[in-house]
């Protein structure tokens, strides 16, 4: 069998590398000194040292405008390169921060001096690109609202605490009520703590709504009830309240920080402000009307979407901001979320094609609401049945939350509401695909699809 030939590749001209970024400078960050190179024309000596004292950073500005430099390129190592770009950023530089993997040196020696220099170079040649950073007013409420993450993960590790003496006075509080820190666990728990030990007494703190009766919890709380238990169960509680707490102080910082944004415009807002959702409260909600803050600002209603509640939204939105521009397309948004698939092309072929790993925030918020999307009779939750059952439950996590980002990214760039087309909708053009897919493979064999009359289908 002859072999097809092959179409003209017609490959792009490749220019010689030209100097695109003539002031530019190169930092190699590290916690105790900076090392910064500027072009050779500039100063003598061209590489420089500075300690990390704030005082320092200042000096490394002002010399580094006395060299005329315009824009600065440094690796985001740790922690340490923030102080560093802000006060840069202030003082009117244009500050690249660079991911470590794009300015990897080749095999060789490495010193702290060749990297600022191989920094510098790179983006004297315009061979950086500055990773995504959300505005300033976005980047102190993703602080916070990471800060709130790391609050209710240390706060869980008490809960377990509390779970650990209650079993080790084997009072199965766990095993008759679902959340020992709802209103009646608390309510036993603190009871406990303060010297009743009478299993119908601590009973009698049962709320309506648990679905085991008196008797069943007060046989529940018969347990060996020993001093050194008791006081750690004590301690538990006591730093369960303190994080409870420090939660609320910072819903209530955050509540001050989005009153203090800008609003966003009135005439943009295509969608109704989002209203209260009833029934009993998720955990680890805001205690202020969270939602409604987002809609002020972002402009569309992001709840509206099945499986995005207002935290989620929260997390999304403090992570890629309020403008989707830095993103042309959709691709472009759904592949620095690392929700495409990341193909590795090698003779013509594809060797791998998964999402790469990545440690990103809003695709892990992405992820997390697509999961919850199993038993959603919406059109999304339809289409996660599919894919779970086609592709398995992996696999139609990621394809749902790359639908979910596409949702996202036209609603904040066309400022335009989500509206659920609903299950049946969605079944109903599933059907109306595949039948036009089996008409056209029908034709291509000679034959025809002859629709079933519905009274025989019926008797049939």
């Not at 200042?58 to 690796?75: F, G, H, P, R, S």
């Not at 390169?81 to 060789?108: C, D, M, Q, T």
């Not at 919406?378 to 980002?405: C, D, E, I, N, W």
Request: charged share 25%; hydrophobic share 40%; with cysteine.
């Amino acid at each position: 069998m002859a072999k097809r030939k092959k179409s003209p590749v017609n490959a792009p001209a490749l220019d010689v590398l030209e100097q695109i970024n003539l002031h530019a400078a190169g930092l190699d960050i590290g916690s105790e000194e900076i090392w910064v190179c500027v072009p050779a024309d500039s100063d003598e000596p061209s590489v420089r040292v500075f300690p990390t004292f704030t005082v320092d950073l200042q000096a490394l500005a002002d010399w580094l405008a006395a060299c005329q430099i315009e824009t600065v390129a440094m690796e985001s190592t740790g922690v340490y390169w923030i102080p560093v770009y802000e006060i840069l950023e202030s003082r009117g530089f244009e500050v690249y921060l660079v991911n470590a993997r794009h300015v990897k040196n080749v095999p060789g020696r490495k010193t702290d001096i060749l990297d600022c220099q191989w920094i510098q170079q790179l983006h004297t040649y315009g061979l950086l690109r500055a990773s995504f950073r959300p505005t300033e007013d976005i980047c102190a409420l993703r602080a916070l609202a990471r800060h709130r993450d790391n609050l209710i993960r240390y706060r869980s590790a008490h809960i377990q605490h509390m779970q650990k003496a209650l079993q080790l006075m084997n009072v199965k509080l766990t095993e008759v009520v679902s959340d020992i820190t709802g209103v009646t666990g608390l309510s036993i728990i603190r009871a406990i703590v303060a010297g009743e030990r009478d299993p119908h007494e601590l009973a009698r703190f049962r709320q309506s709504g648990c679905k085991k009766s008196e008797e069943q919890i007060a046989k529940a709380l018969q347990g060996n009830y020993k001093l050194e238990h008791i006081f750690v169960l004590k301690q538990a509680l006591a730093q369960y309240d303190f994080y409870l707490q420090q939660i609320q102080e910072c819903d209530a910082q955050m509540e001050a920080m989005y009153a203090a944004l800008p609003p966003s415009d009135p005439d943009s807002r295509v969608s109704p402000p989002p209203k209260p959702k009833g029934g009993k409260p998720r955990k680890n909600q805001a205690h202020f009307d969270l939602a409604a803050s987002l809609y002020d600002v972002v402009g569309v209603d992001l709840t509206a979407i099945d499986g995005i509640d207002a935290l989620t939204a929260q997390a999304i939105i403090t992570e890629i901001g309020t403008d989707v521009s830095a993103w042309p397309t959709v691709k472009h948004f759904t592949s620095w979320l690392g929700l495409s698939p990341h193909n590795d092309k090698s003779g013509g072929k594809v060797l791998r094609s998964r999402t790469k790993k990545t440690k990103n925030r809003a695709n892990l918020a992405f992820r997390i609401a697509a999961h919850s999307l199993s038993r959603s009779q919406s059109a999304v939750g339809a289409f996660y049945r599919r894919m779970k059952a086609k592709h398995g439950p992996a696999k139609a996590t990621t394809a749902t939350a790359h639908k979910l980002a596409r949702m996202v990214y036209f609603m904040l760039k066309n400022r335009s509401a989500y509206v659920d087309p609903g299950v049946t909708y969605y079944e109903q053009q599933y059907r109306d695909r595949t039948i036009r897919n089996l008409k056209r493979r029908a034709a291509a064999l000679g034959l025809e699809l002859v629709p079933v009359p519905a009274q025989s289908a019926t008797v049939s």
